[in-house]
């Protein structure tokens, strides 16, 4: 037996069966059994792909309905007061989407994913009561099925870590009521076989921890591990390093560590205390962060080198993290270009590597069967043309990016603004929007058609420009004074212009879960990257043609095209990056000189990439900060570069937002009053604002007086010179009814602002 290991695996199913299965039971199109039986065949084909393929650690407890966090909260009986009424499945999603007495509980992002939990809502008044369940009963299903399988927990500090309180205070205080339900359901879970083991899943490790947190490592683990003597424990982490705790992990009687080899290599620093506590290793070596085919001898190398400290007998072959942040099969790729395919691999596609990358390492290459010869032949040589393939390499791109010498626009923002106040002459409290329009079924469907081949070009192009018609009309009438076009030929702000770039590729099938059932298929970057032509020009310059007002044009930032794309393992991000800003430089000079004088550059996922741990924040910001300059360094003075942040959160990061020099920034402060954009002021930010005077994110139409009084708010803290006033995001996901009264009040709001002031 080769001894490997799976942190978890996907859970949505090959062809998003249980997306399918959730929807239609919300929509009350299928009852609870349909549902379980989905998920009950879910759970038992995805535990036979991982046996087939050789996996010896298998989970359990890995699938989930909506999320984990959740799960684990309903294990706790971490349940918010207002769902206490509720039972089973309707408790479960209630407290997951809400109900139509209750809102649903909030979700953010798990770590530096895309993939979003359910925030567990504590209170220090609540007794908590465990409700083990699900997971023995999944541990029982699986037995049945003939796997013996390890059961995921989250861990009491990840737990405890990621949740809030409900009167504000600090959820580490509650500590002392959570570990003993712990305690608790590792007594249940001993009982179930004569040896079982438990991964508790910790990646809150892998952050900066303050001493409280680290205080409570060796207490937590001393009483995990001692509770039961059956149970053998796998504290795993995962996405970056986590020395600190390692160090006192090995000083609890646990059995073993996971830790990430690939995006934390500085855990290589803990080898020698594991191997001299004699602790088991979980290494992780497959990228469960990536699509990019394993290189297995490359890997082996990896883990010989770990053998030179920690004893092959304790170590474990493992993915980096669970398989959930990956598509999951190749196989139904069926039009992807052959030779790119071939240096990909997907979850399923994963286990194969992790199976045999361990057999290869401690058996070594003696011991592979005919098949894994020839795939482990394959492994090399599609690794190899790779390395050379045209596809990938391009020898202008890399001959211009190694030649820049033009990092930054001309002038100095207070010259520049200056010239473009004198040449765009627009008034204090201008008005825009953030770019899309609503997109309606009729936009939706022509895209579809087009793509599809049973739309011609010149129909296509008709329809969309209609559209774009109606949008400068609505605007005009309205009486907004900076017009956008609408956005119509955009399904996605990335993808629109990776489908344009060379070296961008696309997926059929490459969907991940970001949340319950929606899932993500994000394009992947293979290749240098270069803009054959011009991307949005003719669009702009149309709708520019259509009206006397000035015309913003719309581009996506490089930073933005990075995080939310798959990028190739071959270069540095930063490398990548600089690449795609060319292109955006290129397309920004080709929209001013086609007399765009307006042109805003969004960078909605900025904040995305920010690594996990402190130390390596410089550096992400050092070229985030440079490419954006780099794709906009093309601008001329009174060129307007705008810029727009979906978030509102800027305390931390209030330098780095004006260091990169936009004209103006929008971003989504509707939801704060003004104590947001407290920090533009308190730092003496430079540069002009557009705080979101009104959430998009709901149907919600805002009252004229409601959005003078956010205006107001907003001249509290800034002066009227420094202000734009728009909404708090794209309206791509509103409707008609609901966008025309809210702009139409929003202009009208700022009308009777402007007036008071100049009667003032
Ligand atoms: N220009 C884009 C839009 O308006 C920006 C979207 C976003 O910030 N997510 O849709
Ligand atoms: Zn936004």
Redesign the pocket.
Known sequence: MSKNYVTGFARIGEQRELKKALESYWANKSDVNALEKTANDLKIRHWEYQKNAGIEYISSNDFSFYDNMLDMAVTLGAVPKRFQNLTGHELYFSMARGNKEAVAMEMTKWFNTNYHYIVPELSPEESYKLNAKKIISEYKQAKEYGIKTKINIIGPLTFLGLSKRVDGGDTYELYAKILPIYVELLQEIAKLDDEITVQIDEPIFVKDLDTKVLSLIKPTYDTLANTASNIKIAVVTYFENSCEASKILVHTPIWALGLDFLHGVENFDSLELIATSNKTLIAGVVDGRNIWKNDIEKTVNLLNKISLHVNTKNILVASSCSLLHVPFSLQYEVKMDAEIKSWLSYGREKLDEIALVSKLFFHGKNSLNENEIIALEENIAANSTRKSSKLIHDEEVQKRVKNITKLEREGKYEQRIQIQKEKLQYLPLATTT???FPQTAEIRHARREFKNGNLDEKSYTNEMKKYIDDCVTFQEECGLEILVHG?PERND?VEYFGEQLKGYGFSQNGWVQSYGSRCVKPPFIYGDISRPKAMTVDWITYAQSKTEKIMKG?LTGPVTILNWSFVRDDMPRGEVSKQIALGICDEVDDLQNAGIQIIQV?E?AFKEGYPLREAKIKAYEDWAVRDFKLSVSSAKKETQIHT?M?YSEFNDIIATIEAMDADVISIETARSGNELLKIFAKVGYKQEVGPGVYDIHSPRIPSVEEIVTQIKLLLEVLPKEQLWINPD??L?TRKWEEVKPSLTNMVQAVRIVRNELSTK
Do not use: T
């Open positions: 953030i770019g899309s956005e702000m719309m969004d909605a727009h979906c995001c794209g791509k």
